[in-house]
């Protein structure tokens, strides 16, 4: 079960932290703006690693999801919870991430200031059996035939068509 009294900072809309509270408070409806990093891992031939979200989540249990997403914990850097995150739920500890965009995000249960990130990468993965269901690599027309079926994310398909859609992984485009 995620921790309720994990303490978050609230932020305005350019990152600038003007408060803390709980992880229940931030999501019980409140819609306090909190941020979250996100990495989208991709392979050389232009796949893209989904995790699949456990059942026990507060939220979008058991729905396929961005590799890496995570909260940024009080007086964290973006970069430190990035590599925090990465390093937590698929093991990786030697990638180089470069920033796609930051966005709000906002659900009936909750505001995210995001901050979108991804990678090319073809090491071995190892996700969290803690924190994760597992995970694996998508072709391009898997994620877009799953689209709008209730299998990923409400996130990660908004985030896809936002931020990934359109862009260009090594010659191809995604």
Known sequence: MDNQQEIFP??????????????????????QLHPVVHLHVFNSAGDIYLQKRPEWKDIQPGKWDTAVGGHIDYGESVEKALQREVREELGITNFTAEF????????????????VHRCTYDGPI?????????????????VREAMGKNILTPNFES???RCLAGKK???KLI
């Open 159 to 161: 985030e896809f068509h």
């Open 126 to 142: 190892h996700p969290s059996e803690e924190e994760l269901n597992g995970g694996r690599f998508w072709t391009m027309q898997d």
């Open 169 to 171: 992984s090594k010659d």
């Open 100 to 115: 796609v965009d930051k966005y709000v995000f906002e659900s009936a249960r909750e505001r995210e200031l995001v901050y």
């Open 10 to 31: 609230i932020v305005d809309e350019e990152g600038r932290v003007i408060g803390s509270a709980s992880r229940g408070e931030c999501h019980s409806g409140s819609k």
